[in-house]
């Protein structure tokens, strides 16, 4: 059975790049045809999806934030690793990493596939 482990900073300042990383056990990142996901959500509000690199390492973003966001992965470590760029405060959230056989946003909204237990990041000074 595949496991989800987020790990990375609970804390970052604005203005610098928020790294997370998602360490994956039970299966392989490789294995058609997964998509491996990070969607956040802040306090109070909808789950939103970030983006995602697929089996074959191809990427995928949110039209909203693919100016900030990288997504690469290690497949000797079968880690993916997610960073951030310019946070602010409003980049305050619990992030998630997934796996999925999607990428669509609808599909991570209802909790579809497999995640990881959240890890909460706070930017402030």
């Known amino acids: 059975q595949v496991q989800l482990q987020e790990s990375g900073p609970g804390l970052v300042k604005p203005s610098q790049t928020l790294s997370l990383t998602c360490t994956v056990s039970g299966g392989s990142i490789t294995t058609n045809p997964y998509y491996w996901n990070w969607i956040r959500q802040p306090l109070g509000k909808e789950l939103e999806w970030m983006g995602a690199i697929s089996w074959s390492g191809g990427t995928h973003y949110s039209p909203s934030l693919w100016s900030r966001t990288s997504i690469s992965r290690d497949t000797s470590k079968n880690q993916f690793t997610l960073q951030l760029m310019s946070v602010t405060p409003e980049d305050t959230a619990v992030y998630y990493c997934?796996?999925?056989?999607?990428?669509?946003?609808?599909?991570?909204?209802?909790?579809?596939?497999?995640w990881g237990q959240g890890t909460q990041v706070t930017v402030s000074s």
């Open positions: 997934a796996r999925g056989t999607s990428i669509s946003s609808s599909y991570y909204s209802k909790r579809s596939g497999t």
